[in-house]
């Protein structure tokens, strides 16, 4: 199957600091995603970017097939951006990241 | 419009019970997949449905089985339920196989003692 690495583990932010999570994965791929958790367990859809740029709001993402690597930006982080991060990817099936749980602090 | 909807929220089982879960996806949704989370770890995928044939299968014992309807709901069912088997369960739904994009239930949080 697909790995895929997602770094770092574990963030702490302050309030208003920005952040990059980054997301590897080990082969080609025919979709790739990033979703939030929330405390109770809610995936939210945050991207669908097999490849190239997309941006919402404080959040965009970048991914780079060929290099098979995504990132995810977030700017002035608030503290609702709080729980963990996924990417996850399809090969033939879905595979999912370890995650980057982030915490900002007020 | 209703997003993916799952039932039971929560549920309390014995060790050596049966379980059926029920999904129900986005409407003219044809794909619908299953996944469980342990706590402290990312979705693992069991089962992948689209158009009603299985197209995929995890790393999971025959203890698990799934099938979807022809109004495209799906059930997972678990037999001689294990303590292991305690985790979150997640119904995804896509109009597409794997390809499209994925939108997530609010999960069955299953609890075997």
């Known amino acids: 199957g697909i790995q895929v690495e997602q770094s770092p583990p574990d963030l702490i932010l302050q309030e208003g600091a920005n952040s990059t999570l980054r997301c590897n994965f080990s082969?080609?791929?025919?979709?790739l995603q990033w979703f939030h958790q929330n405390p109770w367990g809610q995936l939210i859809n945050l991207f669908y970017?097999?490849?190239g740029t997309k941006q919402n709001g404080r959040l965009s993402a970048t991914t780079v097939a060929t290099e098979r690597y995504s990132l995810l930006y977030i700017s002035s982080s608030q503290t609702t951006d709080s729980g963990v991060y996924f990417c996850?990817?399809?090969?033939?099936?879905?595979?999912f990241g370890t995650g980057t749980s982030l915490t900002v602090i007020p | 419009d209703a997003g993916v909807t799952q039932s039971p929220t929560h549920l309390i089982k014995t060790r050596g019970q049966h379980v059926t879960l029920r999904c129900s996806p986005i409407s003219g949704h044809k794909s619908v997949s299953w996944y469980q989370q342990v706590l402290g770890q990312g979705p693992q995928f069991i089962f992948q449905y689209y158009e009603k044939e299985e197209r995929g299968r995890g790393n999971f014992p025959d203890r698990f089985s799934a099938r979807q309807f022809p109004n495209y709901s799906s059930e997972l069912n678990v037999n001689a339920l294990l303590l292991g088997d305690s985790a979150l369960y997640l119904c995804?739904?896509?109009?597409?196989?794997?390809?499209?994009?994925?939108?997530f239930g609010p999960g069955t949080r299953l609890t075997v003692t």
């Open positions: 970017i097999p490849s």
């Open positions: 995804a739904s896509s109009f597409l196989d794997s390809r499209g994009e994925q939108y």
């Open positions: 996850a990817v399809a090969g033939n099936q879905f595979y």
């Open positions: 082969d080609s791929v025919n979709n």
